[in-house]
Antibody
Framework: QVQLQQWGAGLLKPSETLSLTCAVY????????WRWIRQTPGKGLEWIGE???????GFNPSLKSRVVISVDTSKNQFSLKLSSVTAADTAVYYC???????????????????WGQGTLVTVSS | SYELTQPPSVSVSPGQTARITCSGD??????AYWYQQKPGQAPVLVMQ???ERPSGIPERFSGSSSGTTVTLTISGVQAGDEADYYC???????????FGTGTKVTVL
């Protein structure tokens, strides 16, 4: 059973860089997209971006200029960096797998089928 | 930017049926997915590709699609179904993902 565990700094000052890592347990990074999402009370759930095992990425156009997503296949981990944070970046950040399972088999998908536990990141001076 | 619109809230008595709609221009050619989120927890996928129920999701949950609107239906609602529900899809060019505004389901 695939599980995601994420970690990173929870308190940042304005202009700093947010850095989070998500480890994949019980499965391989291959064959799926691996995604970052954030959730704020005001804007709800917002997709940040994604990466696959070979490093191919996609980003939310509204955040693209500040986001870097990388993958470390040797550690079965992927990471998020968001630069120049402001109070508007205060949110719970989630990592997730882009896939879905049916009939006992799993496939890459536009769905977000497995989620990490979430990390609250607060930006405050 | 592309948006998915949901009603803010739906209230239903135990045993009754809750229907949650999600509207978006690209839903006529993009699949929708639904998530259940309880307080303090990560979202859980409860419906995929408009109408497919993932393993472990009760048969009480069903999905349908018509034009630019998709619907998540919860039949025989139970107290444990009280949660926020979000739809999710992609824009028409499949360049980015978007989540709906969310619907709070209250079991009376």
């Amino acid at each position: 059973q695939v599980q995601l565990q994420q970690w990173g700094a929870g308190l940042l000052k304005p202009s700093e860089t947010l850095s989070l890592t998500c480890a994949v347990y019980g499965g391989s990074l291959s064959d799926y997209y691996w995604r970052w999402i954030r959730q704020t009370p005001g804007k709800g759930l917002e997709w940040i971006g994604e990466i696959n095992h070979s490093g191919s990425t996609g980003f939310n156009p509204s955040l693209k200029s500040r986001v870097v997503i990388s993958v470390d296949t040797s550690k079965n981990q992927f990471s998020l960096k968001l630069s120049s944070v402001t109070a508007a970046d205060t949110a719970v950040y989630y990592c997730a797998r882009g896939g879905y399972c049916t009939g006992g088999s799993c496939y890459p998908s536009n769905a977000f089928d497995i989620w990490g536990q979430g990390t609250l990141v607060t930006v405050s001076s | 930017s592309y948006e998915l619109t949901q009603p803010p809230s739906v209230s239903v008595s135990p045993g009754q049926t809750a229907r949650i709609t999600c509207s978006g221009d690209a839903l006529s050619n993009q699949y929708a997915y639904w998530y259940q989120q309880k307080p303090g927890q990560a979202p859980v996928l409860v419906m995929q590709k408009d109408t497919e129920r993932p393993s472990g999701i009760p048969e009480r949950f069903s999905g349908s699609s018509s034009g630019t609107t998709v619907t998540l239906t919860i039949s025989g609602v139970q107290a444990g179904d009280e949660a926020d529900y979000y739809c999710q899809s992609a824009d028409s060019d499949s360049t980015y993902f978007v989540f709906g505004t969310g619907t709070k389901v209250t079991v009376l």
